[in-house]
Structure formats: structure tokens, C-alpha cells
């Protein structure tokens, strides 16, 4: 009686005879699968926030995934969102790359893929339009506005964000191209915050213990990051905002605040808003009409001195 | 005797533990068809010679030569390689694998590539039914007791086909019968030409099986004597190093007379999560309660149903009038118990622990976690009991694990003694102990209960239960067959009450 | 000389060492202090600012530890009740507003649920301690952020701001205070191993439950016991995190902590399958981490390269701690230990 | 004999019924579910970790840990698109992974057995060093377009109109097939048991144990790296920030499956369940379809917390049925 176990898929094998449920065209109201990253930062809230209230407020069956930051996770919704038979699937990569087979599945159904916020690494014809910003543009913008605080002089710090990631390695890539134009202007030390206040702060105290008086500048990859540095630069004695500038990128309610109360001087926006953005293209996409392939976010760069202005408008 | 083949010589084996010398200077030899009886005290160093043999532990120094010529063994792997087959002093065996896949494990038979289960157990049965063991071979090893593990792993190495079989108190638990079934193997072995080295305190047995004695003392070899040229006074004159005053003074001290009888413990209808099914009981204060019987006849769970190591489903349980409802070990502690098991290397000892922490534990338990006893008594407590129960070792500050497997049960014996019980239940308390030791703690036993203890007594050994119970329960298949006390007692009918399973 | 080696503190206490000689020479600045503010200012400082809420832990996670099980539920406890307090002192949780008080023991609270919940688990329901805290380690994240509605929430302004921040960042007597709430709690948890029995049992659980059950010990009691001060470490380490960056971040507050507080154990030369322990050592394990870090961040390793540095760090920790590599690698030392042995 | 089986593989068969209870409350509440493309996506979506859940099942059993695999995926996805983008033969880009996650799991068992450093943290080690070499390589992801490796992820093989599984659910379910008959019918498999019951023992009874606990951790590395493969199948690109904490997924998997941590008891088959598990309570979720992240958390624990405890209580209840029938026989 030392029989193996038989391997799984014995008693519930495949059913041939079970018919795959058919895409739900004729239906009217729109039906949007959306493959969220996860919860990482307060940008990410900001964007899930965005995409619920849009959904509610246009009427469409939105069914939402989580990914939470794996990859694995938004693949497996992407395919359920198929099997499901949405009429638009929208995906927030995690990574740029391994999103073709899956894609190529959505295509086979006939299913439009909208990115949002990030690109992905795949042939023009497997996704129907991209919606959001352009990270080396903000690393660019960035490093322009931290020369106009500098004076085109100085020595920056930078915190990255987490290894790898590709708004982290975009916004680095971006501000050291801008760089090379300022020769007077130098990045002294760069290290990763993870994305993250608590580490961002950390980071910055070891900086400005190594550099005691050296640094005129901090580059933060996000906002968060900035905010954990502003108050190391706080404990080391000194003013943020004004023996040290800090340009950061996201846009995010607390920067604001900082920069109000005039510890921070810039923030390069990157709007995560972009949830009326999305469904408009899905709705169009549903009625067969032509989008443009890449729909651009609508976003700005704000400073310190209209910061007590633009705070009234911030939603997130 | 000269006529026989040489097969293993040691010479001068020397080993030493940080603050013991376990093993100086030691020889010992080995012939075909000889049956080697391994003696001494507790912690004389036999084990440490087995394991020095094994490749468990490496030896400081000496020769060890096997048919002639010298080897090295690396390691218990290496000593199987060469034809050494052992059965260790503690079970060592795995509890999570089946019985049958313990006799065979790293050797199974094989069929198609792939191991023949069949084969597995159907040979795992008739191994242990030659051993007159009849259990499903196929459940865990851990569902069975000590003693039928220390079979299981009995079998295992007599179906190693070997030149040397080495037993390391093989015997401590079992009872007569498996004993006679297992000398009745060891003497075919020896007829067809195997070594056997055998350890035991058990000195009858010593004489019933063996051809050659040798006597370990303090690590040193005292010497080798044939066994029919020794008579057994003088065996334990060499074993302890002085003459010794006979058992029998004990005799006239025992069975306290109980006519006040002061009942203790009542237990009625009694039914356990384990197999123990509506049983009475009653334990009187001052008296040594026996419990007889064969193995597996439910003596051990008994214990442990009172003691609230098994859960009791149903029935009453009163101690000292007191109805007991959830009964579980702190309980029963606080409730004056107290109960030293049968398995101490899985039940018992905390390894990791000292001596003193080991001694202390269910002493400090009792008392709370707050009560916390002092490092000062701590040290007192432990010296006593080190002292009193002669147990050998550099210091309190011993791990118990580094200790010989006499004196790892004294020190659970000064566990539940350092609690100070009002009935004490010892399960098989003398296993692996020395002659010496084991009248002493037989002594202590009476002590106590001629000062008002009662304990609850429960061993293998006939003898010992002769001499120290005052009455006896005898049971056979977890059912109480009877009861006798005082001059009633005799080995005869307790035999011919559990062999007829009939009630008195 | 042997005696010293074999101390379990010895070698995470070397480690530390030789790692603080290492930044001597080639980290700029690393040992200059200077005074700021009437307080101490500069890298020590900052470590032992920095490893209390990795020290607080170690102390939880050492005890769990040591009955054989594993909590890796921690760093979302530090989300739930960084989340908690800071929701309360910004006044947005509903009920007691920007109380300080409140916010404090609402937090403390939510750890002792949250260790009380593993403990449970764990003890009573008799799951295996790493899935048993598996669940919460999933859930957790996800229950702070329900607190805080999804929004990473920031102090700034709130009116008792100043307080919150001196607990994580303030300064007590020109050193941190967060350091001297890790002398306290470490104080009280060595009293309660050392000056009760509660060690006793947690080394005699850990090395054998069976055994220790027949003794007497509370098995299942002192498990729920020690998940509970691991959860209140927890939820401690929390409240010093959030305060030190003015904020609670559920995604991120206390993210993989639990694999530094782990390591942290075992660096301190702690077996991870439970049995003898010792805190002060976990505690150098945990000054060693969070020192190495630092150092990282002092001597501008790039951050591509910090994984390898780690990994490399901790193999060749571990190595030296262990008995049998020295005795293997330094043949003939151990040779000369056997010939002290014998004589 | 038939009961011997039942009450043998007790803990197994519970799991695969909540597993298909699972299922059928998946099937009845929400549309679309109960059908076999459903039931085989959990398969084609988690054939990497069945994979690497056999191989770590190994390791558990032997009573250690591995929890490098995570990186070990990451990193065989970075460098096969590396050396793929150079033009290496995929093939051997395949066997080179292999043989990568084999000689690291050797290195790691090796110091574990040889110089008892905990596998908790001589994993951890591995950890760290697989993913700082992936970074090494590149900190951004990197394409795979490499033809054999398209074909291979993209190839569906049709088990009937619109129901289809891929090329990587058939190497899982091989490795699972040879996992259970190794553990179960290999004298390599038994003397795992052994050692993880009682690692002493194991070596007095004679098991070279040295040999089994690093071919454990050589096991291990070799199915992360099978399970890299697939997964680089999968996603058809290297990542060094891919599958973070996904060993705790294959440890949860395991212990789900029946695995004691403490090691000794275990089975690969139940491993393959503890995946599906999971990987059904993820479909549950994404069907549900209006979770927010932090209730998407919350729902996953609960139900995870919910499956163990039930599976725990019936478990625990019938020792005791089990007893008293012992009792009444
Ligand atoms: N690993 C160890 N570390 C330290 N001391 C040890 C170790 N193993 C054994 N000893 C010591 O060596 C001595 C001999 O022990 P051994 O186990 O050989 O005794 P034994 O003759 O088998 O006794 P017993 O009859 O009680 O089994 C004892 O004093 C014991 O304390
Ligand atoms: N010879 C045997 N055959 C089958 N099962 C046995 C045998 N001996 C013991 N058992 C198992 O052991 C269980 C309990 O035995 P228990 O320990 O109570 O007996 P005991 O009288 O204390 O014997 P021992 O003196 O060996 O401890 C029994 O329920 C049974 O399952
Ligand atoms: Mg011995
Ligand atoms: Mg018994």
C-alpha cells in the first residue's frame, strides 16, 4: 500500500468541455481591468486613489489588482483580467521588461493594453497607447532647477532611489546628462534611500558628517526622501532650504508643506493623477477610435516661492 | 578460551573530556564467538570506549587493530563498513521515520530502482517477531515507548551482517521475557562466530550470557577475568573498588507496615487520552506502590494519566480529597507530585542545561516564576544531590548532556527529589544505574516513605520491586488484574496472575 | 586566552571593533564628535541613535528565539503602530486628538495585541511560528494602512510634534534619548531573565518543550508571554521610527527589518534553534548591523555594491564564530588548544 | 491497507479538499472562475515556484532552510539575458544556470555541514550575494529576445479549444513527479527523513550525512535555478529587484503542504498544494476585483490564516477521533 500520491491534477483535471467564458462585448458599460504595482509610496497612493475616484465618478466596472511590487502578481491578474473578459486592461509595470507573452495573450483575446506611468519593453503593436511622464525628463529638470538655486556652483549629494528601479535609474541617468552642461557643479557623494524618509534621512546624516560644510545642494529621487533629509540637515544645525538647497521630484502634499515653511525649494512634479486621463482613453478604445500612443501627463515643476499658492490645489 | 581467534584488541585507549579523563590507559580484546561483558560503575567510561571504537569520538591516543590489522575509524559510517554493528546506550533512532524504515534505512532493499516497501516491512515484521515483538511496522517510531524502540533498534543491528555487535545496555528497559528472547539471538550470534560486546548492570545477565568480563573503574581497565572464574561479590568488588556490604540489609527495612492508611490519591473510573480506560486507583501516604506487569501493559501511562501528562477524558481524580479537575503537569507538581518518566532523553533532560539548572527546574516551577531561587541555594541544592546520589562529574556546571547515562537519571532523580514530593512516581528510576547507586537510591526510596512520602514504583526489574514495594497493582493490558500486599507479594504469583490474566 | 574566544560575546564584540579600527582609518571623520545644540553630534552618535529601534527588536527576537520559533511579523507591527500614534498626534484618527499620551499607549497597546495574536497562533493553535507569523507579517501592512487610509502621514505640524520627535530624535543628557530608552528596556527584560526564572524556562523550553512541560513549566503561557514582548518591541521600535522622520510610512516603515533583527540574533552567536541565549550579545549583533551601515554610508560604497559587502561581511562573521572553522582554517592552533586540554 | 493510506497521508488529502473547497467558493461566487483555463492558469502562473517549493521542500525536511532562492531566480533571469545579449547559446545559458545554482547550493551546504554556521544565515549570506551580483551585471532589467526562448514561453500546448498549458507546467509538474518519488522511493530521499528527524541518530545509524545535507542545499540551489529559467520563460527578461521575498512564499507553500520547519516530515506533492493555494487565494483576490492594496493584504492573510487554522483544527481533532477509535478496536 506505498503507492506514490498521483500528481495533482487527477480528479480536477482540465475539462475540455468547459467553454471559456466569452469577452463581454455587447455589454455597455465599460469594463476596465487595472493592474496595479502596490502600495510603495505616497505617490503610488496618490495614483490608486486617482483611478478608484475616476471609476466611480465615470461609471466603468473597474476591477482592481494589487500587485504588491511583484511582477508575478500583475502577470497572473493580467490573465484573469482575459479570462475575465474586460474590455480594456490597464497595467502599471512594475518592470519595464517580460511583460510579451502575456501582452501577446491580451492581443489573441482582443483585449488593449494601456500602460500607465511606466513603459514597458515591448514591441509598438502589443499595447494600444502609454500614459505618463518621462523620468529622465524629470532627472533633467531637476538638475536645471538645482543649478538655477546653486548658481550653475556647488557641490550636490544625491539620494537615490531603490536599486534598480527603473524611476530611480531614470532620474539619475537624466540628472547627469543635465550635469555635464554645469561643470561648475558636482555630485560629491550619492547613495540609495530606498525610496524611503527613514532611510533617506539616514543617509543624509552620514553625508553631512563625511562632508561637514561641503554640501550645497541635495537631489532626492523622491519627495519622501527629501523630507527624511530635510530634517537630518535640521538635527546637523543647519537651515534646509537655505545653507542647503533641495530639489526633489513627485509633488507630493508634504513637500509642499516643507517648501511653505521654506525647507525645501523645488519639486519636479510627476502627476500621478492620471485616472480621468486613463479611462477617457479606454472609453475610446471601447468605441473603436484612434489614440495617440502616447498620451503625455499633464505636469509642471513647482517652486518655493508660489508653493503657499499651489498647495490649495494639491489633491494628494 | 586462548584457542579463540583474536578479533579486536584496543590498546591503550586514552580519552578526555574538558576536567575528565574518561578513558587512561585502557585495553580491552575480543575473540570469535565470545560474548565481552563491558563492566563498571556509572561514568566508569564504557560508553566512551564504545564510541572511541565507533569513530564517534576521537581518541587521544592508542591502537585499535581489527583481525590482525590497525584501523582508524573515521566515523560510525566507517565502523558499519567494517563490520561493527551498534546499538547506542540512548535510542538513536529516528522517531519521525516508520519502525521498519528504522531497521533498514541506508540499506533498504531495492527493486526497479527504487526501494521495495514491501520487502521493507514484510522483513521488519519477522525481524522483530523473531524478537517476539508483533507491532505495525509501519507507524511511526514514536508512537511506541522506549522499550519497543530500544528493540526496534536491537533488530537493526542484528540484521547488520557484522563481525562485532556492540550493545550498549540493550536491556535497560526491557522486561524478563525480551530479555531471555534477546540472549537466546546473542548466543546463536556467538555460535556462529560473531564478537559481541555487551553492557549492562544487570549482573545476572552478566552470568547468563556471558564468556569474558572486563571491569572498567574511573576510566582505568581493572582488568579482564573469565566469567565463570568470578563469582558475582567479587565482580562488584572490582566494579567499585571496595568490598561491598550485601543487598541484602535493604530487605529487613522494607514494607513500611501502613495501618494508618491515609489515603492520598483516589482515582475512580478513569479514562485517559491515552489507553488507559476506566481504572481505579488508590495511593496511601507512606507506602511504596509497585506497579507490575509486562510491557506495554499500561504502567507507564498510568503514571502519566495522573500526573496530567496524558489528559484524562473522564473519571474522578481526588488528591489529598481534593478533586482535581484540569489536570496538567504544574498541577499536579503544586498538588505535592511528582514524576520522574521513563524516556529521559526525550521526556527528561534539557540538554543544553547544567546540572544545577536541571535540578532546580521542576523544584523553581513549582515554586513560580517569580519565586526565584537563589543562585547561592541553587549551588546548595545541586551539591547535595550531586553528593547524595554520587553522581559523577567535574562540577554543577556540567551540561547534562556531557554526562554518562547513570548518572544524566540520577540527576532527573534529584530533580523530582529536590521538589519534595508527597507521592513521588518513579518510572523505570534505576535504568542504566550501577549496582552501587541503585541500592542507594532504593535506600532513599524507603526513606522517604518511612517519613511519610508515598511513591509509586515502576520497573523491569522484578527483584527491585520485590524489595521495595509494599504492595503491589498488577496489571496486564491496561487493565488492572489485581492487587497484593505485604507477605502476599511474591514473583510467582505475579507471574501466574498476568500470565493467566486472571483477577484475584 | 581560550576562555575569551569561546565567550558568545566575544566575537560580534570583536567584529564591532574591528569594524569601528577599520573606519578609523579609512572613513573621513568617522569618529570625530563634536557638540551641537548642547548635545553630542557626529557617527557614533548617530549609530546609537539609529540601532535602538534594531536593538529593541533584537531583545524580542532573541527571546522568541530562544523558544524555538521565529517572529517575522515585526516591521509590520513598527507599520501599525508608528501608524497608530502618528494618526492620533495628527489628529486624524477620530478619537483622542493629538493627544501625546494616548497616541503612546494606543500604540504600545497595538504591539501587545498584535504579539498576543502571534502567541496565540502559536501557542494555543499550535501553528509553526514562522507562518503563524506570516500572517500578520502580510496582514499587518495592510491593517496600518487602513489606519492611515492608504496616506503616508506626516507630523509636521501637528501640535505635539516637538514631543513625538524628541522620543526618536531628541536628545536626553547630550546623548540620544531613543538610547536610553534601549538601556531601559534592556534593564527590564535582563532583570526579568535574570532575577526570575523566566530564563530558565525560556533556555529549558527551548532546548527540550517535552521535558520542560513534565517539570512544570507554563510551555504554552510563556510562549504567548514572549511573542507579546517581541509585538511591544515591536510596537516601540515603531513609535522611535515614525517619530524620527515626523511620519508614519506603512509601506515602508520597518520594511525587511525582521531579517536584521534575525541576523542580529545570530551574529550575537544566539542558535536559531532555540535553547541558550544571550541578549547583551544580541544587542552587539544589532550595534554591529546598524554600524555597518553606517559605514557603508560613511565610506560612500557605492549602493550596487552594498548586497555583496553585507553578504561578505556576515560569511566571514560567521566564520570565525564558528568553533569548527577556526579549528579547520587554523590547523595549528587547534592543535595547540587540544595540547593546553590535556595538560 | 486502503485505510493505512488515508490515515498516512491524512494532512495531504485535508489540503487538497480545502483546496478544491477553495475552488468551488471561488466557482460559485464569482464569474468566469470555474473553468479549466482558471484552474490550469494556476498552474502555468506558478510553475517557477512549484519548482522551487520541491526543491526547498527538500531542504526543510532535512531540518534546514534555504532562503536564497529568491535571489537565485533573480539572478539567473539577469545573467541568462546577459550572456543571451551576447549571443551565447541558450541552451547553454541553460545548463550554465544550472550548474550555477547547483555549485552556489554545494558552497552554501557546504559551510553549513563543515563549519555549522546556521543555514538561516549562511542563506541569508547567499542572498545578499546573488542579488549584489545582479546589480553587478546591471541595475536596470534587461531584455531576453533570444528566438529559442520566445518559442519555448510562448509555445501553448492545446489540451483543448481555448484551454492550453505552457511548456513550463509540464517541466513542473516533472519535477514534482521526480521529487516525490525521490523523497519517497530513493534510499537519497529517505536518509533527508532521517536526517531531519534527528540529525545525530541519522549519523549514528550510519547515513552519510555530510553528503545528504549538502546534496539537499545543491538540490535546492538546482531547482531555484530551474525555477530562474522558468521564470526568465515567464517574464522573458533579467531583473535584479525580481521575486523579493518570494522564498517566503516557498517556505509558506511547504509548511501549507505539510512540512514541519523542525524538519522530518514533509512531501513534495503537498508542496505543489501549498502553491496552488496560495496561487488560488491570489486569483480569489483579483477576481473580488475591487480590493485596495491594503484590504488585498488583509484578504490574503485572512484567508491564508483561515485555510491553517482550519487545517490545524481538523488535523488536531482527528488524532483524537483516531484515538478513540484505537480505544474502541
Ligand atoms: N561529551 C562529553 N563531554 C564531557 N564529558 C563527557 C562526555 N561524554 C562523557 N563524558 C564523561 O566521561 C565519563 C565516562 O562516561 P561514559 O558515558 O563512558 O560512562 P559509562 O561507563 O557509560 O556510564 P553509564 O553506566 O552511566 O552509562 C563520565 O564522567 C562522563 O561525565
Ligand atoms: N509489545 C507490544 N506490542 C505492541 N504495542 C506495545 C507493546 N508494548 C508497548 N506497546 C505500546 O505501548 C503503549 C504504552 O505502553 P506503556 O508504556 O504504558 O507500557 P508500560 O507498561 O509502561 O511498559 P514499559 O514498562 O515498557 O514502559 C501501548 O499502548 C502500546 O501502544
Ligand atoms: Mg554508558
Ligand atoms: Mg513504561
Not at chain 2, 355 to 380: D, H, S, T, W
Not at chain 4, 6 to 25: D, M, P
Request: aromatic share 8%; net charge positive; with cysteine.
Amino acid at each position: 500500500g506505498q503507492e506514490a500520491q498521483p500528481a495533482a491534477t487527477g480528479g480536477n483535471g482540465p475539462n475540455p468541455a468547459a467553454p471559456s467564458e466569452p469577452a463581454q462585448k455587447g455589454n455597455d458599460r465599460l469594463v476596465v481591468g487595472f493592474a496595479q504595482i502596490g502600495q510603495e509610496s505616497g505617490w503610488r497612493d496618490a495614483e490608486t486613489w486617482s483611478i478608484l475616484n475616476a471609476a466611480e465618478e465615470m461609471g466603468v466596472d473597474l476591477k482592481f489588482s494589487d500587485g504588491q511590487q511583484k511582477q508575478e502578481n500583475q502577470i497572473k491578474a493580467i490573465r484573469s483580467f482575459i479570462q475575465q473578459g474586460v474590455d480594456v486592461i490597464g497595467v502599471a509595470p512594475v518592470v519595464e521588461t517580460g511583460w510579451e507573452t502575456v501582452f501577446k495573450e491580451a492581443k489573441d483575446a482582443g483585449i488593449p493594453i494601456v500602460l500607465v506611468d511606466r513603459m514597458a519593453a515591448v514591441s509598438d503593436d502589443l499595447y494600444a497607447c502609454f500614459i505618463g511622464s518621462d523620468f529622465i525628463l524629470e532627472g533633467q529638470n531637476a538638475c536645471k532647477e538645482m543649478a538655477r538655486l546653486l548658481n550653475n556652483k556647488g557641490n550636490i549629494v544625491e539620494l537615490q532611489g531603490t536599486v534598480g528601479a527603473s524611476a530611480a535609474t531614470d532620474r539619475m541617468k537624466g540628472f547627469a546628462e543635465e550635469l555635464k552642461n554645469y561643470p561648475d557643479m558636482k555630485i560629491i557623494a550619492s547613495q540609495t534611500g530606498d525610496f524611503t524618509r527613514a532611510k533617506g534621512k539616514e543617509v543624509m546624516e552620514a553625508f553631512l558628517k563625511a562632508h561637514p560644510g561641503e554640501i550645497n545642494g541635495v537631489y532626492a529621487h523622491n519627495d519622501d526622501m527629501a523630507l527624511g533629509a530635510i530634517e537630518a540637515i535640521k538635527d546637523a544645525g543647519l537651515k534646509p532650504g537655505v545653507d542647503i538647497k533641495i530639489v526633489s521630484i513627485d509633488g507630493v502634499k508634504a513637500i509642499f508643506e516643507a517648501m511653505v515653511a521654506g525647507e525645501a525649494n523645488v519639486t519636479v512634479e510627476c502627476n500621478p493623477l492620471l485616472g480621468p486621463q486613463f479611462f477617457q482613453v479606454c472609453k475610446d478604445l471601447k468605441e473603436g477610435k484612434q489614440v495617440p500612443k502616447w498620451v503625455k501627463s499633464e505636469e509642471g515643476i513647482y517652486r518655493q516661492e508660489t508653493a503657499a499658492e499651489d498647495i490649495k490645489t494639491r489633491k494628494y | 578460551m586462548d584457542n579463540k581467534e583474536i578479533l579486536l584488541t584496543m590498546r591503550n585507549i586514552s580519552k578526555s573530556f574538558p576536567g575528565v579523563k574518561a578513558l587512561d590507559k585502557v585495553d580491552f580484546t575480543l575473540r570469535k564467538g565470545e560474548i565481552h561483558a563491558l563492566l563498571g560503575e556509572n561514568g566508569a567510561g564504557k560508553s566512551t570506549l564504545i564510541k572511541v571504537l565507533t569513530g564517534i569520538e576521537s581518541m587521544d591516543e592508542g591502537q585499535v587493530t581489527l583481525e590482525g590489522k590497525p584501523i582508524h575509524v573515521k566515523n560510525s559510517q566507517h565502523a558499519q563498513a567494517l563490520g561493527i554493528s551498534t546499538v547506542y546506550q540512548e535510542v538513536n533512532l529516528c522517531g519521525n521515520l516508520s519502525v521498519a524504515e528504522n531497521i533498514f534505512v541506508g540499506r533498504e532493499p531495492m527493486a526497479f530502482g527504487r526501494i521495495d516497501w514491501k520487502t521493507v516491512n514484510k522483513r521488519a515484521k519477522e525481524l522483530l517477531k523473531n524478537l517476539n515483538v508483533d507491532i505495525d511496522v509501519t507507524k511511526t517510531l514514536d508512537s511506541y515507548p522506549v522499550a519497543i524502540q530500544q528493540m526496534v533498534a536491537i533488530a537493526r543491528a542484528l540484521d547488520i551482517s557484522a563481525k562485532i555487535l556492540i550493545l550498549d545496555e540493550p536491556t535497560s528497559s526491557l522486561d524478563a521475557a525480551e530479555c531471555r528472547k534477546l540472549f537466546s539471538v546473542m548466543k546463536q550470534l556467538r555460535a556462529e562466530g560473531m564478537g559481541i560486546i555487551f553492557v549492562t548492570h544487570f549482573l545476572d545477565q552478566v552470568y547468563e550470557v556471558s564468556d569474558m568480563i572486563t571491569v572498567l573503574r574511573n576510566g582505568e581497565l581493572v582488568g579482564e577475568y573469565e566469567a565463570r572464574n568470578l563469582p558475582k561479590v567479587e565482580l562488584i568488588g572490582k566494579m567499585i573498588g571496595k568490598d561491598y556490604e550485601q543487598l541484602q540489609q535493604i530487605e529487613s527495612s522494607k514494607k513500611t507496615s501502613h495501618e494508618a492508611k491515609e489515603n492520598f490519591i483516589t482515582c475512580r473510573n478513569i479514562t485517559s487520552e491515552a489507553n488507559i480506560r476506566d481504572l481505579d486507583l488508590d495511593v496511601n501516604k507512606g507506602e511504596v506502590l509497585g506497579l507490575a506487569g509486562l510491557l506495554g501493559s499500561g504502567r507507564s501511562e498510568i503514571v502519566r494519566a495522573l500526573f496530567g501528562a496524558d489528559r484524562i477524558l473522564s473519571g474522578e481524580l481526588n488528591v489529598n480529597k481534593k478533586r482535581i479537575k484540569r489536570n496538567k503537569p504544574i498541577t499536579a507538581i503544586r498538588n505535592g507530585l511528582g514524576y520522574c518518566p521513563e524516556d529521559r532523553k526525550s521526556e527528561g533532560i534539557v540538554s543544553e542545561l547544567t546540572i544545577r539548572e536541571n535540578i532546580i527546574l521542576a523544584l523553581q516551577a513549582k515554586r513560580g516564576m517569580f519565586r526565584f531561587i537563589g543562585r547561592k541555594e541553587q549551588n546548595r541544592i545541586a551539591e547535595h544531590y550531586i553528593k547524595l546520589l554520587d553522581i559523577k562529574t567535574p562540577g554543577r556546571e556540567q551540561q547534562i548532556k556531557n554526562l554518562s547515562g547513570g548518572n544524566q537519571q540520577k540527576v532527573l532523580l534529584a530533580r523530582w527529589l529536590a521538589t519534595d514530593p508527597e507521592l513521588l512516581m518513579l518510572d523505570e528510576p534505576t535504568r542504566g544505574i550501577d549496582v552501587g547507586t541503585k541500592t542507594e537510591i532504593q535506600k532513599i526510596v524507603l526513606q522517604l516513605a518511612e517519613k511519610g512520602m508515598s511513591v509509586i514504583f515502576i520497573s523491569s526489574e522484578m527483584d527491585e520491586m520485590l524489595r521495595c514495594c509494599g504492595r503491589m497493582v498488577v496489571l496486564n493490558d491496561k487493565k488492572k488484574l489485581g492487587e497484593l500486599s505485604g507477605a502476599e507479594i511474591n514473583e510467582q504469583i505475579i507471574m501466574e496472575m498476568i500470565a493467566g490474566g486472571k483477577s484475584v | 586566552m581560550k576562555k575569551i574566544t569561546t565567550n558568545q560575546i566575544f566575537w560580534p564584540l570583536a567584529a564591532f571593533i574591528v569594524l569601528l579600527v577599520y573606519n578609523a582609518f579609512f572613513a573621513k571623520n568617522f569618529f570625530k564628535i563634536s557638540i551641537l545644540d548642547g548635545h553630542l553630534y557626529g557617527n557614533l552618535i548617530d549609530i546609537l541613535k539609529n540601532f535602538a529601534p534594531l536593538a529593541l527588536l533584537s531583545i524580542g527576537m532573541t527571546l522568541v528565539i530562544a523558544t524555538g520559533g521565529v517572529d517575522i511579523s515585526v516591521g509590520s507591527v513598527v507599520a501599525i503602530s508608528g501608524a497608530i500614534a502618528c494618526s492620533i498626534i495628527d489628529g486624524r484618527l477620530g478619537i483622542f486628538d493629538h493627544s501625546f499620551v494616548a497616541a503612546l499607549i494606543l500604540a504600545l497597546l497595538s504591539g501587545i495585541a498584535c504579539g498576543l495574536w502571534n502567541g496565540f497562533l502559536v501557542a494555543k493553535v499550535k501553528i509553526q511560528p514562522m507562518v503563524a507569523t506570516l500572517i500578520l507579517m502580510t496582514a499587518g501592512r495592510g491593517i496600518a494602512q487602513l489606519i492611515t487610509k492608504g496616506k503616508i502621514v506626516t507630523i509636521n505640524s501637528a501640535p505635539m510634534m516637538k514631543e513625538y520627535y524628541f522620543l526618536g530624535a531628541g536628545y536626553f543628557l547630550g546623548l540620544p534619548f531613543a538610547f536610553f530608552i534601549v538601556v531601559a528596556v534592556f534593564t527590564i527584560v535582563m532583570i526579568l531573565v535574570k532575577r526570575t526564572a523566566f530564563g530558565l524556562f525560556l533556555q529549558s523550553l527551548g532546548t527540550n518543550p517535552k521535558s520542560s512541560r513534565l517539570s512544570g513549566i507554563k510551555v504554552d503561557r510563556i510562549k504567548l508571554v514572549v511573542y507579546t514582548i517581541s509585538g511591544l518591541m515591536a510596537s516601540i521600535a515603531g513609535i522611535l521610527i515614525s517619530s524620527n522622520i515626523k511620519g508614519a510610512d506603512c509601506n515602508n516603515a520597518g520594511l525587511f527589518i525582521e531579517l536584521d533583527a534575525i541576523l542580529s540574533v545570530a551574529i550575537g552567536g544566539n542558535s536559531l534553534n532555540g535553547g541558550r541565549f544571550m541578549i547583551p550579545a544580541s544587542i552587539v549583533g544589532a550595534l554591529f548591523v546598524q554600524c555597518l551601515t553606517t559605514t557603508v554610508y560613511a565610506l560612500g560604497v557605492p549602493p550596487e555594491a552594498i548586497s555583496l559587502l553585507k553578504a561578505i561581511v556576515i560569511l566571514v562573521l560567521c566564520l570565525f564564530q564558528s568553533d569548527s572553522f577556526r579549528q579547520k582554517v587554523f590547523k595549528g592552533t587547534g592543535r595547540w588548544r587540544k595540547g593546553a586540554d590535556a595538560a | 491497507m486502503k485505510k493505512g493510506i488515508f490515515s498516512r497521508n491524512f494532512s495531504l488529502i485535508v489540503t487538497i479538499v480545502l483546496f478544491l473547497l477553495l475552488f468551488t467558493a471561488g466557482s460559485l461566487r464569482y464569474r468566469g472562475f470555474f473553468s479549466a483555463q482558471v484552474f490550469l492558469n494556476l498552474f502555468i502562473d506558478n510553475a517557477y515556484l512549484i519548482i522551487i517549493a520541491v526543491g526547498m521542500t527538500f531542504v526543510l525536511i532535512s531540518g534546514g532552510i534555504d532562503i536564497s532562492v529568491a535571489s537565485v531566480v533573480a539572478f539567473v533571469g539577469m545573467l541568462s539575458a546577459y550572456l543571451l545579449r551576447n549571443g551565447w547559446n541558450p541552451y547553454l545559458v541553460m545548463l550554465l544556470m544550472l550548474l550555477i545554482g547547483s555549485t552556489g547550493g554545494f558552497l552554501m551546504g557546504y559551510i553549513i555541514h563543515y563549519f555549522k554556521i546556521q543555514p538561516f544565515i549562511a542563506t541569508l549570506a547567499g542572498q545578499f550575494l546573488y542579488r549584489g551580483a545582479c546589480f553587478i551585471i546591471s541595475t536596470s532589467s534587461i531584455l531576453i529576445d533570444n528566438p529559442v526562448y520566445s518559442t519555448i514561453a510562448n509555445y501553448q500546448i492545446k489540451l483543448a479549444p481555448r484551454t492550453y498549458i505552457s511548456i513550463s507546467v509540464v517541466i513542473a509538474l516533472i519535477v514534482v513527479i521526480a521529487g516525490a518519488i525521490t523523497a519517497k522511493f530513493s534510499k537519497f530521499g529517505r536518509a533527508v527523513y532521517a536526517v531531519g528527524g534527528n540529525e545525530q541518530s541519522a549519523n549514528l545509524m550510519g547515513l552519510p550525512v555530510a553528503r545528504i545535507k549538502i546534496s539537499v542545499y545543491v538540490l535546492s540551489g538546482f531547482c531555484a535555478a530551474l525555477g530562474g529559467i522558468v521564470f526568465s520563460f515567464y517574464t522573458l527578461s533579467g531583473y535584479g529587484l525580481q521575486n523579493i521575498g518570494l522564498e517566503m512564499d516557498a517556505i509558506a507553500s511547504s509548511v501549507i503542504g505539510g512540512t514541519l520547519l523542525t524538519g522530518g516530515v514533509g512531501s513534495v506533492v503537498g508542496s505543489m498544494f501549498g502553491v496552488l493555494i496560495q496561487g488560488i487565494i491570489q486569483t480569489i483576490i483579483i477576481f473580488q476585483g475591487n480590493l485596495s492594496s491594503w484590504w488585498t493584504k488583509v484578504a490574503v492573510a485572512s484567508l491564508l490564516c483561515l485555510f491553517i487554522v482550519l487545517q490545524r483544527v481538523i488535523s488536531a481533532n482527528r488524532e483524537r477521533i483516531r484515538r478513540r477509535m484505537l480505544n474502541d478496536s
